[in-house]
């Protein structure tokens, strides 16, 4: 080149330029590596949409059956990568071959500078929740409710449209976490949450694609595909192979889904950076050897004096400062671009910096095909390279070059299926995926254009282990198992990865093996992950693929137990709706216990009812639970009892109510709350009682009657009969207690008679006989009462102790289904309670020397028509015996026979 008659202007003289240089070093312009960090501009583009994405190597040509990938990878927000380095702003000062992949990737707290695509609305959202003590968790908590509207609105036939929903639900809320951590000062809780959406969205992303494939695979398989075609078209070939290989399909829909991942962090960064050349391709070495050439001065430094690409190369000499620095900002740059799926934006670039020949070998992986080999009418341009073997044949060989930049041996790397090169740069899980599958995928196509007689022989000239090697979706996984890098090692363990793994391999039952895993930890899982997963296996559910049934009930009974705990109550009943019958029946019984306010429990009743839960199964088991809670066996009356309404007890009687919302559950409401009262009289907790049978209303024996008699059935059922006469037992003996407390009360109110004054004056005489006069009057109205209420309380003691049909607690059908416990407990009621009133009865008499009657009693309890005496104790009888032997002496010393007759004359 002559390069004193060169037209280019100098650097030096041009002043415009010197001054963009001289501001680049004063400014450092940051560029997102290519594992994902956002990049640092005073003016940052929003992210493209992924239907702008060139495609990758092989993407646009060869998967006509597949929908696009844009339309399966739908637009999403950045996905960040965990990282455990803080990001470094990469700008002129380090543009060497440092470390810089620790930037790639945003961490939780990075990478959040960009807020141009927030609304107005968002911002006054994120100002609101920063008042939360927790604004993260505040500002994602509605995906629960938001996630179970999106599931229960599209019908089994949508699936994947649902599944679109649930990303952008994640990805709106995102949005907003982005907002809240901006104002918020990187707050490290809200930070996390944003993470935990962004790698959910992502995660769906990756399930759409690949289960649509799956699918429409699956309904095709009965459709017998036919034979290819020979053809001597490379891209007619890989199409068909891709038509008709699933795993080399599903491999390039993960390329595609990972570069998209990275295209979303990178935005459009490219007219952001600024390089010191302009369409000249290293102009600062073209100065200097301008320079030189005018003054004949020889350089203190030797640089090259040849500016073909190769001449670096081949001379072994450097370029001058400035372009070696743009050079290496230049390849990270290319790098990231075609790690994100942009080939065309990198070859824009290239041309962009004067580097046009850079430009073109980017261009030469493209499948050759002539359409003239079709017969078509019209003349149309051939695609491709039609010496694309060479061109690989170069790139693997420029990817050996130890000499060359690593960025720029990853480059050429990831053109020719070069592995190790490529792997250098990749120090993040999702990066070593990308490696791993692009290469796969490279290694089967050419395997296939072999076997079809299209390779070139400079292909076949490649490394034997990349000819021979037999990449698998397992093997894959295995290689990153047995990774060096130890941040590699930690991100595939982590649970969205370990997710994405198991998605790609296809291997649900390894998936479900991990959830359970998850569950069995000590170490709570994050809400998010967990509603996650069972809205994952609820998607697995509804395309029919078997599934470990059991692991998956673990996973929704947890994600249930979390509702709970969060008290997220109009949530609950959808998804206890997704477990067994049987199993809800006791998850949503045991959901009930928890909802003490009674404005909330018809709510609950009525979702579990739109859930297709047995309503009637679980309001019984709910207050079976809560009244067999109680271990208190039966006891004895004679034995001193705390008979004051606990906690428990107050419970037990609430805990009714739950039966009586339903007027259908009236007869399951009076069994019920029979055994409750049952426990109740057995340990003289009266008044508990009395509140448990104010519970039932008093038409419940009327409806349960009409119910029956609804459905044509003239007679109840023994149990329901039996539990209504149960019921009448339960409010005779109350009512007979209750007029026993109401005689005592009053019985123990007596006037007192007023002391008479000895030797009183007229007036304190006149006084005391007015207050002898009221006495009397008060006396008089007071016996009148007590005799009343004995009259009233002796009435209901006999109702009790002479029980029509069978007597107190004796059922009249015996046709009934037997209940051991309950029959239990009637006997021993009977034992309990009718003695007791036959001593209160007693009492009442002789305390009102009504003593005939007390001896009365006794025939009563002995007669063989009721056989009273066979629920006495022996002791009982005695102590019975001993108080009419009482009344029989006090009718003796009134000038009676013992059992109160007159005493006839003797003759």
């Known amino acids: 080149m002559n390069w004193g008659q060169s037209e280019l202007p100098s650097p030096v003289v041009r002043d415009d330029e010197v001054t963009v240089a001289a501001r680049r070093r004063r400014k450092k312009v940051a560029f997102p590596s290519p594992g994902g960090g956002s990049p640092v501009f005073s003016a940052v583009t929003p992210a493209r949409s992924v239907r702008n994405t060139p495609a990758s190597l092989f993407r646009q040509t060869v998967t006509p059956r597949v929908p696009d990938v844009s339309s399966i990878l739908a637009p999403g927000g950045r996905t960040p990568r965990y990282t455990h380095t803080p990001r470094n702003t990469i700008g002129s ?21 960009n807020t141009s695509f927030f609304t107005e609305d968002i911002g006054n959202l994120s100002s609101a929740l920063l008042k939360e003590d927790d604004p993260g968790e505040a500002a994602a908590a509605s995906l629960f409710p938001e996630f179970l509207a999106s599931f ?49 969205s992502s995660s769906w992303r990756l399930i759409t694609s690949l289960y649509r494939d799956r699918v429409q695979l699956t309904l095709e398989n009965d459709i017998t595909m036919s034979d290819a075609v020979p053809s001597e078209s490379e891209k007619v070939v890989v199409e068909q192979l891709f038509q008709r290989d699933a795993v080399i399909r599903q491999s390039q829909l993960v390329v595609d889904w990972l570069e998209c991942i990275a295209k979303d962090q990178i935005g459009d960064f490219s007219d952001n950076i600024e390089y010191y050349a302009k369409n000249v391709c290293w102009e600062n070495t073209l100065h200097a050897l301008k320079t030189r050439r005018k003054s ?3 350089f203190t430094v030797p640089l090259v004096t040849e500016l073909d690409p190769d001449a670096p190369l081949r001379q072994q000499r450097p370029l001058a400062d400035l372009d070696r620095e743009d050079d290496a900002r230049l390849l990270k740059n290319l790098f990231t671009l075609i790690r994100a ?11 962009r910096c004067g580097q046009a020949w850079r430009a073109a070998t980017l261009e030469g992986w493209k499948l050759y095909h002539d359409p003239q080999h079709e017969l078509s009418i019209e003349l149309q341009p051939v695609e491709g390279n039609p010496q694309r073997g060479i061109w690989k044949a170069c790139c693997w060989r420029m990817a050996e070059e130890e000499q060359l930049n690593r960025y720029e041996r990853a480059i ?38 072999m076997s079809s007689g299209m390779a070139h022989q400079e292909v076949e000239s490649l490394p034997r282990e990349y000819l021979e090697a037999n990449w698998t979706m397992e093997k894959v996984f295995e290689e990153l198992q047995a990774s060096e890098s130890k941040r590699v090692l930690e991100e595939t363990g982590e649970h969205y990865h ?12 390894g998936l479900l093996e991990e959830f359970s895993d998850w569950l069995k930890s000590s170490k709570p899982l994050p809400s998010h992950l967990l509603r996650f997963m069972s809205h994952l296996l609820l998607f697995f559910r509804s395309l029919g693929l078997a599934l470990k049934e059991e692991l998956c009930v673990d996973v929704l009974k947890a994600y249930v137990s979390l509702l709970i705990q969060d008290q997220q109550n109009d949530l609950v009943a959808s998804y206890v709706g997704q477990l067994p019958a049987e199993l809800g029946t006791v998850h949503y019984a045991a959901f009930l216990e928890t909802v003490t306010q009674a404005e909330l429990r018809p709510r609950c009743l009525e979702l579990a009812t739109e859930a297709g839960l047995d309503v009637a199964a679980i309001t019984k088991l709910v207050v079976e639970t809560v009244r067999e809670r109680d271990d208190t066996v039966f006891t004895h009356h004679n034995q001193t009892l705390e008979t004051a309404t606990t906690k428990e007890d107050q419970r037990k009687i609430e805990v009714i109510d739950w039966l009586l919302f339903d007027p259908a559950h009236r007869a399951e409401a009076l069994k019920q709350s ?45 149990e329901d009969e039996n539990a209504i006469r149960e019921h009448l037992c339960i409010r005779a003996y109350l009512e007979a207690h209750e007029a026993f407390t109401d005689w005592f009360t009053h019985s123990s109110s007596a006037p007192q008679k007023p002391a008479p004054v000895p030797e009183a004056k007229f007036t304190e005489t006149v006084a005391n006989e007015m207050r002898e006069k009221e006495y009397q009057s008060s006396f008089s109205s007071w016996s009148c009462r007590l005799d009343v209420l004995t009259e009233d309380v002796k009435e209901r003691i006999y109702n009790v ?89 006090s009718l003796l010393d009134r000038g009676l026979d013992p059992l109160g007759y007159e005493l006839q004359p003797s003759t």
């Not at 190790?420 to 290469?439: G, M, N, T």
């Not at 370990?498 to 039952?509: C, E, H, N, W, Y």
């Not at 029980?803 to 009637?826: C, L, P, T």
């Open 498 to 509: 370990v997710i994405q793994k198991f998605a790609i391999l296809g291997d649900l039952d």
């Open 801 to 889: 102790l002479l029980f029509v049909d069978g007597g107190w607690m004796v059922d009249n059908r015996q046709d009934s289904e037997q209940d051991s416990e309950r029959s239990h407990q009637m006997v021993v009621l009977r034992s309990l309670c009718l003695p007791r009133l036959s001593f209160l009865l007693l009492s009442v008499l002789q305390n009102s020397t009504r003593h005939q009657e007390a001896l009365r009693l006794a025939d009563i309890i002995s007669a063989d028509q009721h056989r009273l005496y066979q629920v006495f104790s022996k002791e009982e009888l005695r102590r019975f015996l001993q108080k009419l032997r009482e009344s029989s002496l």
């Open 412 to 449: 050429y790397a990831s053109l020719s299926g070069n592995l190790k090169p490529l792997l250098a740069v990749c120090e993040s899980w999702e990066d070593c995926v990308w490696a791993y599958f692009r290469v796969m995928v490279d290694s089967l196509v050419e395997k296939d254009l």
């Open 296 to 298: 004949g001065a020889a």
């Open 93 to 113: 000062q380090n543009l060497d071959d440092s470390d810089w992949t620790h930037s790639m990737f945003t961490s939780p707290l990075t990478g959040l500078e």
């Open 341 to 351: 799926g942009m080939t065309e934006e990198a070859q824009r670039l290239c041309k």
């Open 674 to 718: 029979n055994a409750i009262m049952r426990k109740f009289l057995a340990l003289q907790k009266h008044d508990a009682a009395k509140a448990v049978f104010s519970k039932v209303p008093e038409d419940s024996m009327k409806e349960i009657c009409s119910q029956w008699a609804g459905i044509g059935q003239a007679t109840l059922p023994a």
């Open 152 to 200: 229960l609105k599209h019908s089994s036939s949508a699936v994947f449209e649902l599944l679109e929903d649930y990303q952008t639900l994640c990805q709106e809320k995102v949005d907003v976490l982005q907002s809240v951590v901006l104002r918020a000062g990187q707050n490290s809780k809200t930070a996390g949450v944003r993470w935990l959406l962004l790698q959910e």
